[in-house]
């Protein structure tokens, strides 16, 4: 609020008390206070500019005014409002000298209540000059590492079209595609045939006969919305369709209208559906409307919304006043979706190069079909060329292999501007978690020479498309696959200190000396690899995977994420809790640069819009509200795409649990996963041992399912069904002749009647198997990571039953440990587990 007012309801004393107390508090406790309200960030020039004159104007009428007003207050209070911007904070700090020598004094009439919480409130603005020079340095570091990347987003910003086409022209456009998609999507994939491509607006004519099947093999209720298109654009006469509908039905009754039309679509219609679609494309691409954009659109309506919106559109109904008031809110969409698609346009053009046949190892390239105008396959890394073929190896960005034969496809120097302005964000969100705990932004923009830079780094936060959703997980993709912490056995100098990894997860440092026998088995590190288990997947434990997923891949290291619910295998659908959070500005800016457009569409208005779509925002205060399942499943879907990646590993139900006191974790049996490495009392021969000795879960081998052939009349089995999960089932009768089985259950009341050929999952009987997994598993096999006595690895099964309900002691070896299970513990030794609050590692109590 103004100065004036707070001074004068609150009292002039308290305020200034109040003020000088924030000022110190802020500059004394270690690594600031994290402000969590923009409000109480410090900015010095902005207090001397627009606040010191109302509160000296405030103190003087108190006091009552004199001719020293006039004389000496007044011109000093026009040199505060005339602080301009410089490299340094001399300016501020011979402002606040005069003011502490010449001023308080006067101003405050001798009052010490008054002139001592002035005094120190200057005192605590020097002592912040201090500090923000300081900090100006490592915002200058920070800038100076991503010059690159700042100025080629900004001139970004200023290149792409931003312009849309108007409100008429897109409902126009998004009922057209709703109306002609049903007829679309038999020609995207047909027989293995692709006859359109909607991303760039071409229908395969070329392809005619094909394209012929395809609509024939349509319903008629598919193309009834393009065949009302024909008829309101009298194109095709409605007796002609009317005519042909009548057919069908008498021919196979009502449900004919869903079967395929075959002949009964005849020549000249399917010609003027053709030419329907085809003119369709060419008008969406001249206006840059295509479907893709529009189906982006459409899915970001909820569920519900575009369901309804869909049939009513289908079915006539698109001028009625529901229907009208969807497609507004499609539009808004749309707008966004379009300006989206400008920015990929853009960016896809800035980073192709100049075609080459000089291919140099490790580098990047555009793989492009020779004559083919649709775009480049994809992004490549080069490894090899064979000498006696025209076949070239690529690796892909997921670190698939690819072979291309260059007498039909050419490579393009690949221009990485996506990735630079990626790193740029990723700037600006370290320059906001890092060092405004103390300072507000604006306070780095009173610097000159850092105004500029900071201007564009702050535009460029805002920038959100899909291209650079992409570049986000490449950069993750590229640190990865260039550890640059691993190092050959062959590069090792001697005198130089290194880690080995002896076993999983844990390394030795030794000291390579010349002629040191060296095992070229085994991985070396300049430095140890910071691998990390985040125990829980809800808001609190995917945030942590997110944010700290690149250290942890820049050093080397694994991050694996464990949950104990099964929302990766079930896509999400387990979240369910709809209590509604609100999250502090650090939370909004981690989610802003790790979700990017996901962010955008949940939680920024869209252009005509107040509120955003799933979130709720306070943007005076920095804030952002919204349901715990809804952050869940966006967050979700992030954490999913590096999964894909093969950035991660997950594991779902994995009922893990960390034991703080003796510092080890824990799982049960039936929760164990490949991959897992546990601690058993066998030594790396197989034979019992009294000391623990570690050994990898590597296979879980499942009970044989059973076919129909395998079942008897009378029978016990396992069987599973959805809503009960495993349970016993008796065979009470087989109908030979209609082929239909009956199972029975008579406790639960339960009898199932099925065809043989669509027989539920059955296994041999087993009174201890129960749960809603399909089956409980039939043996583990453990592999020793130790050699044994022959220099091999040892294995041995283990029937699962025997182990299923013991506690199993994980080991984990140099492995830091995030445990994100959100809910507040009551010891001292959790709740003091960091010496200070490091953001995005760990969130104490969720």
């Known amino acids: 609020g103004s100065p004036i007012s707070t001074m004068v309801n609150n009292g002039v004393v308290h305020v200034l008390r109040a ?12 690594f600031g206070n994290f402000a969590h309200q923009r409000m109480e960030q410090l900015n010095v020039n902005v207090i001397l500019r627009f606040h010191i004159p109302f509160v000296l104007m405030t103190l003087a009428n108190l006091r009552g005014w004199c001719s020293w007003d006039s004389m000496v207050l007044g011109p000093f209070i026009t040199k505060l409002m005339n602080l301009r911007p410089t490299d340094t904070m001399d300016p501020a700090n011979e402002l606040l000298n005069e003011l502490n020598s010449n001023i308080v004094d006067n101003v405050c009439g001798g009052i ?3 002139i001592e919480p002035f005094q120190r409130l200057i005192t605590q603005m020097r002592v912040a000059n201090e500090l923000i020079m300081t900090e100006k340095e490592k915002v200058q570091t920070i800038l100076s590492s991503v010059t690159a990347g700042i100025e080629a987003g900004y001139k970004l910003t200023k290149t792409v079209d931003w312009m849309v086409p108007d409100n008429v022209t897109m409902l126009k456009y998004v009922v057209q595609h709703i109306k002609l998609d049903p007829a679309k999507r038999r020609l995207r994939q047909y027989n ?18 094909r394209i012929n099947e395809a609509l024939r093999a349509s319903s008629f209720n598919e193309l009834m919305p393009a065949f009302d298109m024909l008829t309101k654009s009298n194109k095709m006469s409605k007796t002609t369709i009317d005519s042909m509908k009548e057919n069908i039905i008498r021919t196979n009754g009502e449900a004919g209208t869903n079967m395929e039309v075959n002949n009964n679509l005849s020549s000249e219609m399917i010609s003027s559906l053709v030419s329907l679609l085809q003119q ?20 970001a309506l909820r569920p519900r919304d575009k369901r309804t919106l869909l049939e009513m559109v289908q079915k006539g109904y698109e001028n009625t006043r529901p229907a009208q008031l969807l497609l507004r809110r499609t539009r808004t969409l749309l707008k966004r979706e379009v300006r989206r698609a400008a920015l ?15 291919l140099v190892e490790d580098e990047w390239y555009l793989v492009e079909r020779i004559g083919d105008a649709s775009g480049s396959l994809g992004i490549y890394q080069y490894r090899t060329s064979r000498s006696t073929t025209n076949d070239v190896l690529f690796i892909a960005r997921t670190g698939a292999e690819e072979r291309f034969d260059r007498t039909h496809y050419q490579f393009r120097k690949y221009v990485p501007i996506g990735e630079a302005i990626v790193r740029a964000q990723k700037a600006f969100m370290t320059i906001e978690l890092d060092l405004m705990k103390r300072f507000a932004y604006a306070s780095y923009m009173e610097f000159s020479d850092l105004r500029e830079d900071l201007i564009k780094l702050q535009i460029l936060s805002g920038v959100n498309c899909y291209f650079l959703d992409d570049a986000r997980l490449d950069v993750l993709s590229h640190i990865k696959n260039h550890s640059s912490t691993q190092v050959s056995w062959r590069d090792l100098k001697p005198g130089h200190q290194y880690f080995v990894e002896q076993k999983p997860y844990k390394y030795e440092l030794f000291e390579f000396e010349e002629g040191t026998d060296l095992d070229n088995r085994k991985r070396y590190f300049s430095i140890p690899p910071q691998n990390m288990i985040v125990v829980g997947g809800g808001p609190t434990g995917l945030l942590t995977t997110l944010h700290s997923l690149e250290n942890c891949l820049r050093s080397g290291g694994t991050m694996k ?25 650090r939370w909004v800016r981690m989610l802003r640069f790790h979700l990017g457009t996901s962010y955008e569409d949940v939680w920024i208005p869209a252009t005509e819009e107040t509120d955003s779509h799933l979130g709720n925002t306070l943007p005076t205060q920095g804030f952002i509200e919204i349901t715990i399942k809804d952050m869940e499943a966006i967050m979700h879907l992030e954490v999913s795409k590096l999964w894909s990646r093969d950035l991660l590993e997950i594991y779902a139900r994995s009922s893990a649990n960390f034991d703080y006191k003796k510092n080890v974790m824990t799982k049960l049996g039936n929760a164990l996963k490949e991959k897992d490495l546990v601690k058993r009392r066998v030594d790396p021969n197989g034979e019992p041992s009294e000391e623990f000795h570690t050994w990898e879960v590597i296979q879980l081998i499942s009970h044989e399912t059973l076919s129909a052939g395998d079942l008897t009349l009378g029978g016990t089995y396992n069987v599973y069904i959805r809503q009960q999960g495993l349970i016993a ?21 339960i009898t199932v009647k099925v065809p ?17 997994a399909h089956s409980t598993f039939k043996t583990i096999v453990f592999q020793s990571t130790e050699l044994n006595s022959q220099g091999k690895l040892t294995r041995y099964e283990v029937d699962f039953k025997t182990i299923a309900n013991e506690t199993h002691v994980m080991d984990v070896g140099q492995t830091n440990i995030a445990f994100a299970l959100g809910k507040p513990a009551t010891t001292k030794e959790h709740l003091t587990c960091c010496p200070y609050e490091p953001y995005g590692v760990s969130c104490i109590q969720g």
């Open 19 to 30: 003020l000088a107390n924030h000022w110190e508090g802020l500059n004394t406790i270690p």
């Open 112 to 114: 010490f209540s008054r």
């Open 192 to 209: 293995g045939d692709r006859l359109v491509d909607e991303q760039n607006g071409i229908l395969f004519t070329a392809s005619l006969d």
């Open 280 to 299: 369709d494309l060419e008008q969406r691409q001249k206006l840059y409307l295509n479907d893709h954009v529009c189906k982006l659109a459409l899915n």
């Open 344 to 358: 990929d346009r853009q960016l896809t053009l800035l980073s192709k190069g100049e075609i080459t046949n000089s």
């Open 561 to 585: 994420l464990y949950e104990a619910r099964d929302a990766f295998e079930k896509a999400g659908g387990t979240y369910e809790r709809a209590q509604v959070v609100r999250l502090d500005s």
């Open 729 to 749: 089932m008796r065979l009470v009768s087989i109908d030979l002749h209609g082929g239909l089985y009956a199972l029975q259950n008579k406790e639960l009341g």
């Open 756 to 772: 043989k050929t669509n027989l539920p999952t059955i296994y041999e009987h087993d009174p201890n198997a129960k749960g809603g």
